[in-house]
Nanobody, 124 residues
């Protein structure tokens, strides 16, 4: 299973960016897809997560500014980031949890996967 992210970049404070993450491979189901971020010198933190049933969790710091969505048919998750602040600057990682694959007539146990990360830089 591979997760490929796109959409990061440099933006001024108050601007917007949209991140995308597509999961590929012999995927049967994905329980949750989400975004985490890690700023220099800080721990990786959850930004937003959406379950296969569209249950959503946001970090308090992004509520009202970010919106997560998911296309189950495409195994793709999106993160619309509006009203960006300099403190949003970080490497953003896509995560897929509870992933079950199907190959050669067998289902796998569930596993979690990470993307390679995409840099988001917000200038003041």
């Amino acid at each position: 299973v591979q997760l490929v992210e796109s959409g990061g970049g440099l933006v001024q404070a108050g601007g917007s960016l949209r991140l995308s993450c597509a999961a590929s491979g012999s995927i049967f189901s994905i329980a949750g897809m989400g975004w985490y971020r890690q700023a220099p010198g800080k721990q990786r933190e959850l930004v937003a997560r959406i379950s296969s049933f569209r249950s959503i969790n946001y970090a308090d710091s992004v509520k009202g500014r970010f919106a997560i969505s998911r296309d189950n048919a495409k195994n793709t998750v999106y993160l619309q980031m509006n009203s960006l602040k300099p403190e949003d600057t970080a490497v953003y990682y896509c995560n897929a949890d509870g992933v079950r694959t199907y190959q050669s007539g067998s289902y796998s146990s569930t596993n979690d996967y990470w993307g390679q990360g995409t840099q988001v830089t917000v200038s003041s």
